[in-house]
């Protein structure tokens, strides 16, 4: 599948490009390009933003009549901020602050000169130039002291004082925004003041700052994470009681059992440090016996064996087996077994002991623990996990024919354990089937299915039965198997069942049933791979085939109404005029307002925590969640944007495409679209694969990390980017660059286009291979001959598989909403 196309937008106005080029030639070079680009592009650009903002490119000025001879010439500043603005949108920062500064020196009216003098200061502060920050930043306040935005200027020199550890002079900052903007962000500020003050040394004032910033408000994620902030300073200083008061602060309102037993664990720990060892054990001990599971348990543990306290053996040995130290689970179990006799003794203790006995080795004593359940706790529920522990225990030790021997005894012989004896049969059927056996498989899954047809074994086990008959050629078999399945399942399991119905009917020649079923399974789960699996075969396309056209412009006004009336009917909403704006009580959230004034003040992260808390409080209104999605979006707040935008699908219980389509640009929008069709063309991709791959990765958020370090909107890993870095000759590299919405952008594009041109253009190896690395990706294309659908069931890993299908229906709503043909 070739997927190298023209994208050359509509309208292309080279010629104007051409005399703007021209006649603002004393500009940088860079604000040159960066206009001539948004110029060619103006003609493709959705109108986003409220329904009357201004849309985010450049838009064409007029030409600039030439006096002779210029002394200096200048260029519309309105333009120049404008292009300047989409410099820090895209990560420019650079460029940015030389094009701030290009209006600044232009001496243009303060309408133009003070916006620019500020956002001047936030693009040195996101890059990291503190310095120029609080230049920038001082000369705004030095020259704009009536602006309205003077106290986040304020704020933000604060930040870059920080960053240049000169605390004094950014408590002095922070303590002058709190003076100019009370009750609005006043926790994140005193939280700033405390961690300068403690800098300095003042430990005192900054306890009491650190105090002022826990009574004030904030949402409850971010307020549980400065509360052990603050408890660990206490504890520095010796005060062990007002440290062990904010931990229980903490677990008054936290939920969470892992960080309940965190919590638990560091306030007993304090006691301990603080000399009250009496108190500091008793609360080990409650740890130990209450989060039983959790690490924190198992160390709590150690600190009490450590202090010689006696414990339970059998808590003792089901803690340290849940954690996984064996040795020590079975010394304990095996202690607590000799201390009682065998009928208070809990078929739970024989179950982990001979699962301990098997991690290290000793299959022969984990056989004996399982069978001591089976022959003395028939009644117990762990006896059919007994059972099943045998088999699994030859199956470990290499004995496939013995494991599947020991399986269809089990079903053979306790058909009255449902749970136990399906779960039997589907790993016998799966053991078959995995070595070379797919008759046997085949006939073990029908078993299944015939006995349990309730079960969720037999319905797997039925898809891997009719997947066992196709790899056999027995497509008749397979296609009765995938009906029968497509009879009792439901969603992505039915519409799977159909799309294989639909399929083989048209192998077979018979397109009525194909039509009928592939329709099904379009319909069984609207917006998921299966069902746009199904649509392409309907429409006879193939996978990621790109649309004729791109359209990228759209009737916002027409498209806003017509979602206003279907938010209308849909949730029978009365209020007259327009819905998009926020109403009072939104307008007065103080999560909003909170995140609001975060997010000037480019605490992005800080700013989502307060978004995010906002949507899950609304998230079952779909008329606040639709204000909140066009506001947010406003905002350059594009993840939170979104989660609103999917909630109000979500509660309208419809498929993304069944929304009006205003309503679904909002869950998949297109963010970042002049970086990404300069790329896209750059590499002769798919832009709407790029904006699929954005989508998924990070949700559109520019600053996302992932747990494996992955960065930015692409999620590039940091090793990879080393690597791309290197490949694309990227000037002075550094880790951070993924944060840049144009590198991050180009670094994802340029890895996916190895992939592509790596698999010959198959898209769906090419993002198996960027997800999981293309080695496997070719072992499983290899296994698949090439079958778009037998490729996935060839992909081992299960987060692969869900990301190639997430991209395939993520790809086919971005063709719906913004193709042509």
Not at 792 to 803: C, K, N
């Amino acid at each position: 599948m070739d997927q190298k196309h023209n994208l050359s937008a509509p309208n292309d106005q080279v010629g104007t490009g051409a005399v703007l080029r021209h006649r603002l030639a004393p500009l940088a070079a860079a604000l040159m390009l960066l206009a001539a680009c948004n110029l060619n592009q103006q003609q493709t650009i959705i109108v986003t933003a409220t329904p009357d903002a201004t849309a985010t490119q450049t838009p064409e000025p007029s030409p600039v009549p030439t006096e002779t001879p210029p002394p200096t010439p200048t260029v519309d500043p309105a333009l120049v901020l404008q292009v300047a603005d989409n410099y820090l949108l895209n990560g420019y920062y650079e460029n940015a602050v030389s094009t701030y500064q290009t209006v600044l020196g232009q001496n243009a009216p303060q309408e133009y000169a003070a916006p620019a003098a500020f956002r001047l200061g936030q693009a040195a502060l996101r890059e990291g130039l503190f310095s120029s920050a609080v230049t920038a930043l001082t000369t705004f306040i030095t020259q704009y002291p009536q602006d309205s935005q003077l106290a986040q200027a304020y704020f933000l020199r604060g930040d870059a004082y920080l960053g240049l550890s000169q605390w004094s002079d950014a408590i002095a900052d922070f303590q002058q925004y709190l003076t100019m903007r009370p009750g609005l962000i006043d926790s994140y500020a005193y939280e700033r003041v405390a961690d300068a003050q403690l800098a300095l040394g003042q430990t005192d004032p900054a306890l009491d700052s650190y105090t002022q910033a826990v009574q004030a408000n904030r949402t409850l994620v971010p307020l549980l994470a400065l509360r052990e902030k603050v408890a660990q300073v206490y504890r520095t200083v010796g005060r062990t009681a007002d440290a062990v008061a904010e931990y229980d602060a903490i677990l008054a309102v936290a939920q969470n059992a892992p960080y309940r037993a965190t919590i638990d664990f560091e306030a007993a720990q304090a006691l301990l440090d603080g000399g009250e060892a009496e108190n500091g054990l008793a609360r080990m001990q409650s740890v130990f016996e209450t989060y039983i599971g959790t690490n924190p348990a198992y160390d709590a543990m150690r600190v009490l064996l450590d202090q010689g306290v006696e414990l339970d053996s059998f808590t003792v040995g089901k803690v340290s087996y849940l954690y996984g130290d064996y040795e020590r689970a079975i010394d304990a179990l095996n202690t607590y077994s000799t201390e009682y006799e065998l009928s208070v003794i809990p078929a739970e203790l024989h179950l982990m002991l001979g699962r301990c006995y098997r991690e290290l080795g000793n299959s022969a004593a984990a056989v004996t623990a399982f069978q001591t359940i089976i022959d003395q706790y028939p009644q117990d529920p762990s006896f059919g996990e007994a059972l099943l522990e045998q088999g699994r225990t030859k199956f470990l030790l290499g004995d496939i024919p013995g494991a599947i021997e020991r399986y269809l005894f089990i079903a053979d012989n306790y058909g009255y354990l449902t749970d136990t004896a399906a779960e039997a049969l589907w790993r016998a059927g799966y053991l078959y089937g995995t070595n070379d056996s797919p008759t046997e498989s085949r006939q073990t899954f029908e078993r299944l299915a015939n006995d349990y047809p309730n079960t969720d074994q037999a319905r797997s086990g039925l898809f891997l039965a009719a997947s066992a008959a196709y790899k056999l050629g027995e497509t008749a078999r397979a296609e009765q198997l995938y009906a029968r399945l497509a009879s009792t399942a439901s969603g992505d399991s039915q519409a799977e069942a159909y799309l294989w119905v639909g399929r083989l009917a048209l192998q077979r020649g018979d397109n009525s049933t194909a039509q009928e079923t592939l329709r099904l399974a379009v319909q069984a789960a609207p917006d998921g791979y299966y069902s746009a699996r199904a649509q392409d075969l309907v429409e006879n396309r193939l996978p990621f085939a790109p649309p004729a056209r791109y359209q990228f412009q759209h009737d916002a006004l027409v498209d806003l109404n017509a979602a206003e009336d279907w938010l209308r009917q849909t949730f029978g909403i009365e209020q007259a005029g327009p819905l998009w704006p926020l109403s009072a009580a939104l307008e007065a959230d103080p999560r909003l307002i909170r995140g609001r004034e975060l997010w000037a003040v480019a605490a992005f992260d800080e700013a989502g925590s307060e978004f995010g808390d906002l949507l899950e409080a609304y998230k079952n209104d779909g008329l606040a969640s639709y204000q909140l999605a066009i506001d947010l979006r406003s905002r350059g707040a594009y993840q939170a944007s979104v989660i609103a935008g999917a909630n109000i699908i979500t509660l309208a219980k419809v498929g993304t495409l069944d929304a009006p389509a205003y309503i679904a640009r909002l869950r998949y929008p297109i963010y970042y679209l002049d970086v990404v069709l300069k790329v896209a063309q750059e590499r002769e991709i798919d832009p709407l694969l790029m904006f699929s791959l954005m989508r998924l990765e990070s949700l559109f958020d520019a600053n996302a990390t992932a747990a494996a370090g992955e960065k930015g909107l692409t999620q590039v890993i940091p090793s990879t980017a080393e690597y791309i870095a290197n490949q694309l000759n990227w000037p002075n590299y550094k880790h951070s660059d993924l944060f840049r919405p144009y590198a991050s952008i180009a670094f994802g594009a340029y890895y996916l286009d190895e992939q592509l041109d790596r698999f010959d253009q198959n898209v769906p190896a090419a993002l198996a291979g960027y997800n999981a690395g293309p080695g496997r990706a070719q072992d499983w294309l290899s296994l698949s001959g090439g079958d778009p659908d037998l490729f996935m069931t060839t992909i081992t890993i299960d987060s692969t598989r869900a990301y190639v299908q997430r991209m395939y229906g993520f790809y086919n709503i971005y063709r719906t909403l913004y193709g042509e043909g």
